[in-house]
DNA sequence: TTGTAGGCGTTATCAT
DNA sequence: ATGATAACGCCTACAA
């Protein structure tokens, strides 16, 4: 069954030419964001049906078809309405979102900067904005900065240009105050310039932030792991920069405070799967000493190092307890099962997009509250 | 350890209206945007420099500014170049997209619509199509149809609206054929008005499509599993409706063929790990039989059927093999480390920008191998 | 209720 | 090389 072809609606607008084919490749892309690899993009246009061939096709007005669609369809005749819908649905009609935001000077879009798509903890972010933004009417683009703070920055740069009503920056890892004080000035102008910024697990910016309680979250875990007969600890923690990483590790030892519970060994590596397995391997490899238990800052990192211990001849959960943070899905299917922290990621998007959509103050910080989950990773010592 | 004083914020810019919660996405914003009734000096409105500021700041006219920042910066003299440039980072200028757009007739977005972002196989292709986009100066836009046929078909019309370059459109389910044909309509549409359609993941449309060999990969695992001793089998499946559960299950079967090896066990469950973990359960309750090997159409069904047994008292890999489809990274970490089909997602991503991007066939089929990767949850078996 | 006209920020076509 | 000026597709006073 093929497509009925189009009823020849428009008759004398020859205009715009077919498909330019293989024609002219849109000369280098300029703008900062070089063009590596890929064939430069192919030629546009065949040009869908706009309000003017609604309007003629309905017999009225582009100024009357205008509202009859969009606008106050109150002040339209009935008979009219009807006409310009049909003629619209005739057509296949859809406004040009493009121009319809340079005519009344405000896009619906929603911009999101993530670290990395892929990485579950930044897509489940996503997905809540995506899910909130939707209902909102809004549309998302996204934007990847790679975890690198000048290309987080270029990306808010070049983001302004779409006009986006909402920016929301999550997982940066701005502390070189250089390009820390330049995303401050971006974003800042971007909302005197009317736009509503909020930030994802970005503490001590002057913007609207959703932070996740990482210090708490930890800190609670040490306790926890305290309670359950742990003392001696080693930490699997990521480059300080990476404030995320340090803001867990820190609130670990706060955690520990008062316990009289000795300085946890420290291993900085990755942030991935593989740092925590390297982590794991290289405390092996000095000799376990009398580590009890390891925390490492996020999920997938214990995971890694949950494996990295097998590969060793050690049992988790019996010879080392171990611990992350996250709680994401597969905790409870490794085994053993992960003692983790759970953050509410998708509320993260939720609430990010909520933040941004209230009047209320622009620079309010929302906490999210984390929560310690034990599993059998970290089981009860036996009381000496 | 609180935020420093806000910077002071804007005093006289409403900026963005409230939204209208659950209602529809056109909500007339009530009042005007700025008071911008008397003199206006140096207005303070909320709005960003526009290119006519750029251009007089630099003493020359519109066309010249646009012609240095943008256009063939050839034709204009050096030092204007100089000056323009000048202006405009002084102004923090950025060229309105949506502006750009509608003056070339042609965007420089891609819509991309998926099942679900949180899911690792849909974040995956997403990563792959961004980083592409992203390469080849475009923005990526994004879409959630959320399992639903008439989702997919309003989201694709409504993308419509934003006239972008390319639309790719993965993980749909389009079984039903009403909304089938529609979904073609709509996109053939698309595809007249210049647009570029690309399909992952989607037989049988005519347009261009990225596919992975589900039916390949999953006759390979089986011929690999007959080779490792194993021969009665049971297969958890999702509803046949979703086509690459199906195919991986007839790909499985065929791959039994002519082996004389019995037919497998069917259960129909969810495609996801709590359906897998309940399909297990099932398994167990009407008694193992002599199923020696589970397959299950996702890895993700296949860690939850894992955990299943073992709560079942039954250890994958010693009393039970499983196996997968995907290969997402936890496969390794799981115990006994899964036995899959390996998927290149982020490839798929990659392909289907690719495709959108040549000037070739736009309908052209672009099939992706599936690689067979054992593991120890399908040890061989002893030959009796 | 309807149409006319002006404007939104750019680009592109003209002359100059 | 540069500057008016007309599009581009839509919205919205302002008139009629």
Redesign the interface.
Known sequence: ?E?PP?TPATPATPATPA?P??SAPP?A???P?A??????????????ATLHDVAREAGVSIATASRAL???ARNVRAENVARVRAAAAKL?Y??????Q??AK?????VALVVR?????YF??I??GV??AA????L??????ADGSPERELEIV??L????P??IIVTGSRIEGTTTRDALIEEL??Y??????VVLISQR???FG?VTIDDRGGSAALARALLARGYRRFAVFHAAPSLRTSRDRHEGFLSGLDGSGAPAPLAFETGFT?DGGHEAARRLVGRGMGDVEAVFAVND?MA??A??AF?EAGLIPGRDIGVAGFDDI??A????PALTSVAVPL?EAGLTAMRLA?S?D???A?HPLPAQVTLRSSTPHRPTP
Chains 1, 2 share one sequence.
């Open positions: 069954m497509d189009p498909f084919g293989t000369a892309p300029a703008g964001a063009p590596a690899g890929l064939t430069a993009p192919a030629a546009p246009t065949g040009s869908a969009n606008g106050s296949d859809e406004p040009h979102l493009s121009a935001a340079i000077g405000s896009t619906r879009t990395d798509v892929a990485d579950p897509s489940t996503a997905a995506t899910q939707t209902e909102a009417g549309i998302v683009t996204m934007a990847v740069r070049t302004r240009g779409q006009r009503r909402i800042t102008q909302r005197t310039a009317g736009g509503r001590d910016l002057p932030t799967r997938v995971i890694g949950m494996t097998r899905a597969p409870v299917d490794v085994l998708r959509l009047t103050d622009p620079t910080h």
